[in-house]
């Protein structure tokens, strides 16, 4: 009777074993929880980008980031109910990898020199490009309209970044910590114009609220090579991603997403980029 209990646990520390490794094997490694059967693997995305990543206010997940992130999942091994969707703010993503609060990262995340000393990158999976919003009556059409004007980014953000360093050094910018906040500036007009990726832009636009209230400038004032970002050595990480993108451009499942997350919002969207293709 002692025996067949000591077998009965002993199976029982096999099954779960044998369960652990078959569900990708990430059971105990960053930005997994726990091991066996409640196997999960935790994403990084945004929660305020419409058309992209957003929090739905039913608690739902939406958005083209989204999407490719659960596709990529499934490739390595979780159902869409294994995944926990963390937000990840721009100026927060490099340390959230490092920490090991999340695994992967899909958060209009630019791949960039500067940001591949501290992460690593698969991808690319979508070509965007800065670009500012401003209101539907404004005179802002260049660039160099920005000098002088109060100009709202985001803190940690290439758009913030290239500003500063380029486009508009006199504009007066105010950093925020997420896309809202800006916004909200623009339509009380506190702001004159936001600036970021006008894959994210065209999602504010297109808003039941805002409707006709914004417009984009249309201008391209930068490549913004949207990468999955993965902790610094994790080159299997990489790899395995790379080829779940691959596989997502050839089955059409790339298309449907950028059609169904990018349609609404009439955003005229980059053909699929090549994996390891990065446009300066
Ligand atoms: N794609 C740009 C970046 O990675 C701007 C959008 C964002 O803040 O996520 O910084």
Redesign the pocket.
């Given at each position: 009777m002692k025996l067949r209990k000591v077998s009965a646990a002993a199976a029982t520390a096999l099954v779960l074993t044998l369960t652990a490794t078959a569900c990708g094997g990430d059971g105990d490694s960053e930005g997994g929880s726990g091991s066996g059967g409640g196997d999960k693997i935790k994403i990084g995305i945004?929660y305020d980008?419409p058309g992209l990543g957003l929090k739905e206010p039913d608690g739902s997940f939406s958005g083209f980031d989204v999407d490719v992130a659960t596709y990529v999942a499934k490739e390595l091994g979780y159902e869409p109910d294994q995944i926990e969707f963390v937000e990840t703010?721009?100026a927060d993503?490099e340390n959230a990898l490092a920490r090991g609060d999340v695994k992967l990262i899909a958060?209009?995340?630019?791949i960039?020199d500067e940001?591949k000393e501290k992460v690593d990158f698969a991808g690319p999976y979508l070509l965007?490009h800065?670009d500012l919003l401003v209101k539907t009556d404004s005179d802002i059409s260049e660039a160099t309209d920005l000098n002088g004007k109060n100009l709202c980014?985001?803190t940690?953000?290439?758009?913030?970044?290239n500003v500063k360093n380029d486009f508009a050094p006199k504009a007066n910018l105010k950093e925020t910590g997420g896309?809202s906040e800006c916004l909200a500036g623009l339509q009380s007009g506190s702001v004159d114009a936001l600036t970021?990726?006008d894959s994210?832009l065209a999602g504010y636009a297109a808003q039941a609220q805002y409707k006709g209230k914004f417009k984009l400038a249309g201008l391209k004032l930068s490549n913004?090579n949207?990468g999955i970002g993965v902790k610094k050595g994790d080159t299997e990480t990489v790899n395995k991603v790379n080829a779940a993108l691959e596989k997502m451009v050839k089955d059409g499942a790339w298309e449907t997403a950028v059609k169904d997350n990018f349609g609404p919002a009439n955003y005229e969207y980059e053909p699929a980029p090549k994996i390891g293709n990065i446009v300066k």
């Open positions: 945004k980008q703010k721009s993503r958060a209009t995340y630019s960039t940001r965007a800065q980014s985001v940690g953000s290439t758009s913030a970044q896309y970021t990726d994210i913004e949207y």
